[in-house]
């Protein structure tokens, strides 16, 4: 199979923890754990989450007084990848000894256009108490939004619409590579009046990138992991359940936080449409059984994934809403 799977940023820096070089490198083993037996058996890209990195770094350059302008998001974006890059490319051919292993700095095609540059919705960064976020918004001319009981920074989040090295990735990935790239939904480009590419200050949501990557690349398996077991509806009320089996149909009549779980819906909704192969989401220590449609939340055309008798009590008929075990 061609999967590509796309890593929350919790898979690299747990909420709370200090954003430390070894202590991400660490979590990066970790998950590198749990990805190198799908390697083995299968054609595997990998994406990663950058929202934290990134926001430190914005910090950093804000802070910088050897620079005249602070670097703007698509040259921290690539930093990052580098960054990330580097500690994912280390463990997977450290876990896979003789496998051919790529990271790859790559950008992504964005329209100047996209309305999402004067509403900016992407969290960056660290989480702030609201005065030390206002202060901040004021010295900076940042924008900021409550995410849960904490205040982050905001960045413009335009919809990406095609991955520009897609062809190279897809000759790696047949020439029998493993594949790290679309890190932070890649560096947002957009093509000028010229024909040519340059960046722009924006982050994209690496879960749509990462749909939009697995399209073109044809997978039969979308995966987005993440430090939660499945979709929840009613998330943060007592009747909170999870969802087990949909289609994207049913998701989309669910509500789901902006923010957090919502683009995650989205990506694995435009994905399944589109391909009619099969999407989930769920947690990184469950990646196998996730695949295997045994945990996660899966998502298909049809509401089912494998046969009537591997799906067993976690069942879902598309025609009413998904009922938990």
């Not at 199979?1 to 690299?12: E, P, Q, S, T, W």
């Not at 009619?276 to 996730?290: C, E, H, K, T, Y």
Request: hydrophobic residues 45%; charged residues 20%.
């Amino acid at each position: 199979m061609r999967i590509v799977i796309a890593l929350g940023g919790n898979a690299l820096l747990v909420r709370g923890q200090r954003p430390d070089a070894a202590l991400q490198q660490a979590n990066t083993v970790r998950a590198v754990r749990a990805l190198a037996p799908l390697a083995e058996q299968h054609e595997l890209v990998i994406t990663h989450g950058n929202g934290p990195q990134v926001g430190l770094l914005a910090l950093e350059s804000a802070a910088n007084p050897d620079l005249t302008t602070p670097y703007p998001f698509d040259v921290l974006g690539a930093q990052t990848q580098g960054m990330i890059g580097y500690w994912l490319l280390q463990a997977l051919e450290n876990a896979l000894p003789g496998r051919a292993v790529v990271s790859l700095i790559n950008q992504t095609l964005v329209s100047a256009a996209d309305q999402a540059f004067t509403k900016p919705t992407k969290f960056v960064g660290p989480g702030y108490d609201e005065r030390t976020a206002q202060t901040l918004a004021q010295n900076h001319g940042w924008s900021f939004a409550p995410d849960g009981d904490r205040w982050r920074r905001v960045v413009p989040s335009p919809e990406p619409h095609h991955l520009v090295e897609t062809r190279i990735i897809r000759e790696l990935l047949t020439g029998g590579a493993v594949v790290v790239c679309a890190g932070g939904g890649g560096v947002p480009v957009v093509r000028n009046e010229a024909g040519k590419l340059e960046g722009v200050e924006a982050v994209i949501d690496k879960d749509l990138a990462t749909a939009k990557l697995a399209e073109s690349l044809e997978a039969d398996a979308l995966l987005l992991l993440t430090d939660v077991a499945a979709v929840l509806r009613g998330y943060g009320t007592p009747a909170a359940e999870p969802i087990t089996r949909a289609t994207p149909a049913a998701l989309r009549r669910e509500r789901f936080a902006a923010g957090s779980m919502g683009p995650k819906v989205e990506a694995i909704c435009r994905f399944v449409e589109v391909t009619g192969s099969m999407g989930a989401i769920g947690a990184l220590g469950d990646v196998g059984a996730v695949l295997a449609g045994m945990a996660g939340t899966v998502v298909t055309p049809g509401g089912n994934y494998g046969s009537a008798d591997d799906l067993g009590p976690r069942s879902w008929a598309p025609a009413r809403p998904a009922s938990p075990n």
